[in-house]
């Protein structure tokens, strides 16, 4: 009888110590992955805000008849994308982009 309850309270502290460890392990990961996504939304905020200021500046660019070219694989081009995606902007030939319904004038280089 002295073994079985020998064997039992061992098995008893090993029970209690795995869970201990898995509760550890639960915590750490939690908290990570609440970092993981914080990070995550922060950088979409950001890169919205990017879009927005890239918007506005194009915005009063377009008075002008500017419109916009940014180079291939940039910041920029990533964010003018996004919104040529969301229809806020045009794509126009060569890799321009222009606010959707504005005059403008590419000039052409015939030499």
Known sequence: MAIL???IKVLTAAGSLI??????YNFVHTRRKEAREREEKDS???EQEAEWQLLEALTKASRA??????DTG???Y???ERLA??????RLPGGHY???GQNFKIGIDES
């Open 5 to 7: 309850e020998m064997i």
């Open 19 to 24: 869970g201990t460890v898995l509760s550890i």
């Open 44 to 46: 979409a905020r950001q």
């Open 65 to 70: 008849g500017l419109v916009y070219k940014p």
């Open 74 to 76: 940039s910041p920029e």
């Open 78 to 80: 990533r964010s003018a």
């Open 85 to 90: 995606e969301r229809n806020m902007l045009e």
């Open 98 to 100: 222009a606010i959707p």
